[in-house]
């Protein structure tokens, strides 16, 4: 399973562009990067996944350098209620249930006012 | 958009009383995972369920633990005897198995006293 490295925290302002950059270097050929938010008391809620180059969806942006060990969650003048905690994780869906999502402590982020 | 949906949203049992926790999952699901997140804490995989029965377990799941989906559709999380320690959210997930993307419930929030 492909350990993830991401910053503890993060913090912005109202308006800017936050980028969150998540590293898999023993990532496998066969395995999807996901983003997930989890705000407080609520379950993660799922907001991008890439396979490689650049995903775009109504929420964010997914960067996927050629290497693929590495990744970057943008999100577009983030607001207040982007304040969350943000989960890279790496897999490749499995089989038969066989894969299992293991989320690690994921990235704070703060917007302030 | 479909979700999975949790119920009881909040329980507050006392020590040693059983305890179902029940989740339906989106309709064209067929892979179940309950996790756990104590206050403060990550979010930890609990079991995975695929064509009726457990596919993968962590040591958390022990004898006091068990799941099943017993009609069909709702997919429920069983503590027998509960304990202090088992005060926990308790988040029901569901897949299709394609990739890595799982969808969450907003959880139940379980309180032993």
């Known amino acids: 399973l492909a350990k993830t490295t991401q910053p503890i925290s993060m913090d912005s302002y109202e308006g800017q562009e936050v980028n969150i950059t998540c590293s898999h270097n023993n990532i496998a050929t066969n395995d999807y990067i996901t983003w997930y938010q989890q705000f407080p008391s609520q379950g993660p809620r799922f907001i991008i996944q890439g396979y490689k180059t650049k995903v775009t969806n109504e929420v964010a942006s997914l960067f996927i350098p050629a290497d693929r060990k590495s990744s970057t969650l943008s999100l577009p003048r983030v607001s207040l209620s982007d304040t969350a905690v943000y989960y890279c994780?790496?897999?490749?869906?499995?089989?038969?249930?066989?894969?299992?999502?293991?989320f690690g402590r994921g990235t704070s982020l703060i917007v302030h006012p | 958009e479909p979700e999975v949906t949790q119920t009881p949203s909040h329980q507050v049992t006392q020590m040693g009383q059983e305890v179902i926790l029940r989740c339906v999952p989106i309709?064209?699901?067929?892979?179940f995972y309950w996790y756990r997140q104590i206050l403060g804490q990550k979010v930890e995989f609990l079991v995975s369920?695929?064509?009726?029965?457990?596919?993968?377990k962590s040591e958390i799941f022990d004898d006091q633990f068990s799941v099943e989906r017993p009609d069909g559709s709702n997919f429920t999380l069983k503590i027998r005897s509960t304990k202090l320690e088992d005060s926990a959210m308790y988040f029901c997930?569901?897949?299709?198995?394609?990739?890595?993307?799982?969808?969450f419930g907003e959880g139940s929030w379980l309180t032993v006293v």
């Open positions: 994780l790496v897999g490749d869906g499995g089989q038969g249930g066989s894969y299992i999502p293991t």
């Open positions: 997930a569901t897949g299709q198995g394609e990739g890595n993307t799982i969808y």
């Open positions: 369920f695929y064509n009726n029965e457990i596919s993968e």
């Open positions: 309709s064209n699901h067929l892979y």
